[in-house]
């Protein structure tokens, strides 16, 4: 039985602003789950409205382990950095199948809002 997928994609990525308050950091977050013995040597594109895609991002995940990694932060071996308000698309391409969602916290108002959403995989 296959366990995941080998890609995912996320459409609706927009990085809203931290926010005043620091117990409550406003941010997006890819969360991937490798249900397999091996590790997934894993390949993030994001892709741009208005520029070329950032490419070639590398992030590994052991098997049997799962990891979030936070889009506010530099990212994969290269330190990428996505920046505020920026639409885009999230490409996660990996060499053994992988289960994925995207979740953000937008803290721009007084009623915060949480949200997880399942990709289109294939």
Request: hydrophobic letters at 35%; aromatic letters at 12%; charged letters at 25%.
């Amino acid at each position: 039985m296959e366990k995941g997928k080998n890609n995912w994609v996320f459409c609706d990525g927009y990085l809203p602003p931290h926010g005043n308050d620091p117990e409550f950091e406003g941010h997006e977050a890819l969360m991937i789950t490798n249900l397999n013995d091996k590790t997934a040597n894993i390949e993030l594109t994001f892709i741009f409205e208005d520029r070329e895609p950032e490419k070639d991002i590398k992030v590994t995940l052991d098997g049997m382990r799962t990891t979030c990694i936070r889009l506010d932060k530099p990212l994969g071996d290269k330190g990428f950095m996505l920046g505020e308000s920026v639409q885009y698309t999230v490409w996660v391409q990996s060499d053994v199948p992988v289960c994925a969602c995207f979740g953000r916290l937008d803290v721009r108002q007084t009623n915060m809002s949480y949200y997880s959403v399942e990709g289109y995989s294939f």
